[in-house]
């Protein structure tokens, strides 16, 4: 990953905002260690740390076109680029590196803003058009790059993650907005685009803003994807099996794009071990990484070293202990900027740092459980949805011996979700407080149903 901060001012860049620029940078330094550069010009500074990945030479930001026009700053992959950089230079367009950065300023210097619609990968990107005082802030289809922004009377100011806010001295600090940290008991995080402190955003995902300079700063966010689910009945079984194989096996193959080492996560789970299996053929012996807890039952060592064997590719095991959870779960939360009710980033951060020290590149896949209905609530909204069918005088009797039924016995919490309309019933999954615990933590607070 890389990362960015960059200040906008419709007056012109101070000093101040030079030096806060810089150690916004700084404090983010983390997610480059490859490169720290930094481009001024009278109304914008942008500040870049690069972890590089493709073309380790050419590949420096902030990008500059050929004219000095175009800006840009960027973090993520383009795993279609090489695709799009031939399709410009069959039109006649030459490029001077190999990185994705220079296709898509050349893509947007042709197209404009739309050209975002045409990009598959993971990003979150600052265009600046000097000639028309002009900005373009993008962010990828699921929101997986990091974009942080604020806004004042003056300008704008962005950054790839919140604590960099600290270190805008034109920041007035940190707060915690009251109704959204009621978002943060009630659902686990807080919703984009607000965060918890209520004066800054993130862009959100499938998003891309335009900010005029020209216009006193008028600033649109429009959506340019939203997913659309649609049952598809034309097509027999056996073809839908078929067509998700090909999307599995193309995703796993994009996503392996790099001048760099790439390695895998194993779990036990069927979704990174697929995502392992398809890798090991593209890139035999590729290093696959699990982490496993001196716990019974929260250590999946065994079953990923017996997927590996199997699939014959280099496996290193983490073995960990109750000390290196707690020694890490404060540097952990330093990273997330954002309050995140997950105890598993922990482990991730634990063997992820452990990845670092033999790869640059890791495959993840995250999300799969979301799209492919992996979690146990999700096997239970059929039973639910069969409960809340049932009469409302049999639904009350349930309801009166779900409350009856002690904490944690089995079944409780599925009639009490089954007795409820689906909007609580969601609520009820996420929750980590329930109402009358948020009324002692918190006032005035926020009711969601």
């Known amino acids: 990953m890389c990362g960015f901060a960059g200040y906008y001012k419709k007056a012109g860049i101070t000093d101040e905002n030079k030096l806060s620029a810089r150690e916004m940078s700084y404090s983010?330094?983390?997610r480059g260690p490859d490169l720290d550069r930094v481009y001024e010009c009278e109304k914008l500074i942008f500040a870049f740390r690069?972890?590089?990945i493709i073309d380790l030479e050419g590949g420096g930001q902030p990008f500059i076109s050929d004219d000095g026009r175009f800006i840009c700053v960027y973090?993520?992959?383009i795993y279609n680029y090489l695709e799009l950089k031939s399709e410009l230079e069959k039109k006649g367009h030459c490029f001077k590196t190999n990185s994705e950065v220079e296709v898509m300023v050349t893509l947007y210097s042709l197209y404009g803003a739309g050209f975002i619609s045409r990009l598959r990968g993971m990003f979150a990107f600052v265009i600046y058009d000097k000639e028309n005082d002009f900005l373009m802030a993008g962010r990828d289809p699921f929101g997986i790059k990091p974009l942080y922004y604020r806004k004042d009377s003056d300008g704008i100011v962005f950054c790839s993650e919140m604590k960099g806010y600290f270190f805008d001295k034109n920041y007035k600090g940190f707060d915690v907005d009251k109704a959204l940290l009621q978002h943060?008991?009630?659902?686990q995080y807080v919703s984009e685009p607000d965060t918890i402190s209520?004066?800054?955003?993130?862009?959100?995902?499938g998003s891309y803003m335009l900010y005029d300079g020209k216009k006193d700063g008028k600033t649109d966010i429009l959506t340019y994807y939203k997913p659309v689910f649609s049952q598809n009945k034309t097509s027999t079984y056996l073809q839908k099996k078929a067509n998700l194989r090909k999307a599995v096996e193309s995703s796993v193959?994009?996503?392996?794009?790099a001048d760099v080492p790439v390695g895998s996560f194993l779990s036990s789970g069927v979704d990174s071990a697929i995502i392992t299996a398809i890798a090991s053929k593209i890139s035999p012996g590729i290093k696959a990484f699990t982490i496993g807890f001196d716990v019974k039952g929260y250590s999946e060592l065994e079953d990923a070293a017996a997927i590996s064997s199997h699939l014959d590719i280099d496996h290193i095991k983490l073995q960990c202990t109750l000390k290196d959870f707690t020694d890490n779960y404060e540097r952990v939360i330093y990273h997330l900027d954002s309050p995140m009710a997950d105890p598993s980033v922990v482990a991730i951060y634990l063997i992820s740092r452990e990845a670092a020290k033999h790869v640059k590149v890791i495959l993840s896949g995250e999300g799969s459980d979301e799209l492919f209905g992996g979690y146990r609530q999700?096997?239970?909204a059929i039973p639910a949805a069969k409960i809340y069918s049932l009469p409302s005088f049999i639904k009350s009797f349930l309801m009166i011996l779900a409350r009856l039924l002690p904490e944690h016995v089995k079944g409780k919490g599925l009639i009490t979700r089954g007795c409820v309309p689906i909007e609580q019933r969601f609520v009820g999954n996420a929750f980590v407080f329930s109402e009358n615990e948020k009324r002692g933590l918190e006032n005035p607070i926020h009711k969601y149903y």
Not at 184 to 187: G, M
Not at 198 to 205: E, T
């Open 378 to 380: 999700y096997a239970s």
């Open 75 to 77: 973090n993520g992959e």
């Open 28 to 30: 983010i330094r983390h």
């Open 198 to 205: 209520g004066d800054i955003f993130i862009l959100p995902k």
């Open 50 to 52: 690069r972890l590089s």
């Open 253 to 257: 193959e994009y996503h392996m794009l």
């Open 184 to 187: 943060y008991l009630t659902f």
